[in-house]
């Protein structure tokens, strides 16, 4: 199983983009589903979860108030809504599936050896 990311794309600070999550062949709505992203040079971070029975959200804080993780059980989609992007955004952003917990919390984004079905990642350029 491998998740398929997209929607990442070049856009200037303060821009907007919705990245998408999908799952060939694998059912989203039995796992918490995370996004991550790496920037060069520096350690891959979890950035918000999205739980599997609730639905219940956590993000990091630097992100809090303008991006938006959301699943969409019928299309077996994760999204993230970015908004008011900043160029610190930039990376390429992954999703992948919780196999340990199903319900997200600020520890769980941060282990992210507890996430599997890693997709190729897109990328996500803010520049002026």
């Known amino acids: 199983v491998q998740f398929v990311e997209s929607g990442g794309g070049l856009v200037q600070p303060g821009g907007s983009l919705r990245l998408s999550c999908e799952a060939p062949?694998?059912?989203?709505?039995?796992?918490?589903i995370g996004w991550f992203r790496q920037a060069p040079g520096k350690e891959r971070e979890g950035v918000s979860c999205?739980?599997?029975?609730?639905?219940?959200?956590v993000s990091i804080d630097s992100v809090k108030g303008r991006f938006t993780i959301s699943r969409d059980n019928a299309k077996n989609t994760v999204y993230l809504q970015m908004n008011s992007l900043k160029l610190e955004d930039t990376a390429v952003y992954y999703c992948?599936?919780?196999?340990?917990?199903?319900?997200?919390?600020?520890?769980?984004?941060?282990?992210?050896?507890?996430?599997?079905?890693w997709g190729q990642g897109t990328q996500v350029t803010v520049s002026l």
């Open positions: 992948a599936a919780n196999l340990l917990r199903s319900r997200c919390t600020t520890y769980s984004l941060s282990r992210a050896h507890e996430y599997a079905y």
């Open positions: 062949g694998f059912t989203l709505d039995g796992y918490a």
């Open positions: 999205v739980s599997s029975s609730d639905s219940s959200t």
